[in-house]
């Protein structure tokens, strides 16, 4: 089991960035693929970048080229870089965890087992 701490969100300006961290307990770190998500209000949950047990990265339209998941196993850490950020990137964003390794299974909420609590971004403009 694993459980998931995020931090590093808060207030910027339209076309800032910011880092958002994942920290991650348990002792298989390196077992999981790991997700990122964000929620705005009103809004269904929607993908926003993961990061496989084998440093594979996905990332949908909305966020390629703006945002960077990356990950350090030895400190238990998964970090999206956030850059030329939009209005519309205003949302909670969660860290999720999955040890599931079933191929192409990584954009959905369903995917992933574990969640951390979320940190509020946003982007004024």
């Known amino acids: 089991q694993v459980q998931l701490v995020e931090s590093g969100g808060g207030l910027v300006q339209a076309g800032g960035s910011l880092r958002l961290s994942c920290a991650a307990s348990?002792?298989?770190?390196?077992?999981?693929?790991m997700g990122w998500f964000r929620q705005a209000p009103g809004k269904e949950r929607e993908f926003v970048a993961a990061i496989t047990r084998t440093t594979s990265t996905y990332y949908p339209d909305s966020v390629e080229g703006r945002f960077t998941i990356s990950r350090d196993n030895g400190k238990k850490m998964v970090y999206l870089q956030m850059n030329s950020l939009k209005p519309e990137d205003t949302a909670v964003y969660y860290c999720a965890a999955t040890r599931n390794d079933r191929p192409n299974t990584y954009s959905a909420p369903s995917d992933y087992d574990y969640w951390g609590q979320g940190t509020q971004v946003t982007v004024s403009s």
């Open positions: 348990g002792r298989t770190f390196s077992n999981y693929d």
